[in-house]
Nanobody, 115 residues
Framework: QVQLGESGGGLVQPGGSLRLSCAAS????????MGWYRQPQGKQRVLVAT???????NYADSVKGRFTVSRDNAKNTVYLQMNSLKPEDTAVYYC?????????WGQGTQVTVSS
């Protein structure tokens, strides 16, 4: 089993910044892609950003230029730096990891962008 522990969510004003972190533990040999998805209330979970082990990245169009995904392979941790936050970024953010072809999810962390 693989466990993903997220931290860093919270309430921020429009235009502000937050940094999410997610550490993987357990049977984590062979972690490939890590990343983040989000689910606004009443809507489906959608891709935010992913990063492969060799740091190739993929972003949703809605966050390009504002969010940056990164990872520390030695710590088995993935980060999401979110800048210029907008109210429409409000959602539960879920950490994601694929280990030996199997997807795993964190428990989610709430990000609320509001004045």
């Amino acid at each position: 089993q693989v466990q993903l522990g997220e931290s860093g969510g919270g309430l921020v004003q429009p235009g502000g910044s937050l940094r999410l972190s997610c550490a993987a533990s357990g049977r984590i040999f062979g972690i490939a892609t890590m990343g983040w998805y989000r689910q606004p209330q009443g809507k489906q979970r959608v891709l935010v950003a992913t990063i492969t082990r060799d740091t190739s990245t993929n972003y949703a169009d809605s966050v390009k230029g504002r969010f940056t995904v990164s990872r520390d392979n030695a710590k088995n941790t993935v980060y999401l730096q979110m800048n210029s936050l907008k109210p429409e970024d409000t959602a539960v953010y879920y950490c994601y990891a694929r280990v030996l072809g199997i997807p795993y999810w964190g428990q989610g962390t709430q990000v609320t962008v509001s004045s």
